[in-house]
């Protein structure tokens, strides 16, 4: 395989023996490399391909902030619940779970504590999914030495349920395309300034808005979270809150279906990060 394109120590983009692009990770695979140079196949830990979906810009974005060990252990869990789940994976699913293990090290790290609202309800609808992400969590501790909460294991299995819920329906996919744009314009409008649809919290709140159109799909929007939770995320961005309503408001209209409470909660912390870039 022939190094096409350096994007930091540990991601590269490369062509393979079939001539596809294809994005590398590994501890030092990009150390002292160039264009042109030949890949080190004992540093490669992982390979993407991209797709329609994932091109090579995007998932280099989402890799280069991911420590190769991170990805390593995802991966890990992944092949522990396809086994025990059944689930056939995307290999592009370890892309959003080493992002979600990664962040959850560092607030152990940072000592910042999460609490997860959804815990009642993750174990009455989805306790196999749930058994097994404590089973991940377990695997993490592990493989990190990090002592992560084992409440972690509510969103881990949320990345579970929605994986299986997954559709290759390509006219949704094209609904859920025009939808996207118009959000991005109420957005937009909102705050009075472009957000770049490629970058790195754009793409986080795009895979929130997709993983949002299987729960709508399914009759399984979130729902039972405490007031007291939605007070204090409406007191803390009121801006990102007002404009997820305006989001709310679209998607009722476009998808025919009304919008939980809860859902607009979760829309305002995406909105709140996307707003928080420069």
């Known amino acids: 395989m022939e190094v096409l394109k350096v ?7 490369a062509c393979d023996d079939a001539g596809r692009q294809v994005v590398l990770t ?12 030949r890949v080190d196949r004992t540093r490669i830990q992982q390979t993407f391909v991209p797709d329609a979906a994932h091109d090579a810009d995007q998932l280099s974005a989402f890799l280069t902030e991911i420590p190769p060990e991170h990805l390593a252990v995802a991966a890990e869990i992944l092949a522990l619940a ?16 080493a992002d ?7 607030r152990v790290r940072q000592h910042i504590v999460v609490e997860y609202p959804l815990r009642a309800e993750v174990a009455h609808l989805y306790p196999k999914e749930l058994r097994v992400a404590r089973d991940a969590v377990a695997l993490a501790r592990e493989r990190t030495g ?3 909460p084992i409440d972690e294991a509510i969103p881990i299995a949320l990345h579970f349920v929605n994986a299986m819920f997954a559709t290759d329906d390509l006219s949704r996919t094209f609904q859920m395309t025009e939808v996207f744009r118009q959000v991005f314009g109420v957005l937009e409008s909102a705050y009075q300034r472009r957000f770049d649809p490629e970058g790195i919290n754009a793409a986080r709140f795009m895979t929130h808005l997709r993983y949002f159109f299987v729960r709508v799909d399914a009759d399984r929007q979130l729902v039972e979270n405490p007031t007291s939770f939605t007070a204090t995320i409406k007191q803390a961005f ?29 829309l305002t912390l995406h909105v709140a990060r996307l707003a928080s870039d420069a």
Do not use: W
């Not at 590994?26 to 140079?37: K, M, P, Q, T």
């Not at 293990?101 to 560092?106: M, P, Y």
């Not at 997820?244 to 279906?257: C, P, T």
């Open 146 to 148: 990090v002592d992560l």
């Open 26 to 37: 590994g501890r030092g695979i990009g150390f002292g490399v160039r264009a042109g140079s």
């Open 7 to 13: 994007f930091n120590n540990n991601v590269v983009l």
């Open 238 to 266: 009121p801006d990102a809150y007002q404009c997820a309503e305006r989001v709310q408001s679209l998607l009722e209209l476009r998808l025919g279906k009304p919008i939980t409470s809860d859902e607009v909660v979760y």
């Open 82 to 97: 396809q086994r025990d789940l059944s689930i056939n994976f995307a290999p592009a699913m370890v892309i959003p779970l």
């Open 100 to 106: 979600h293990l990664s962040f959850a090290i560092k």
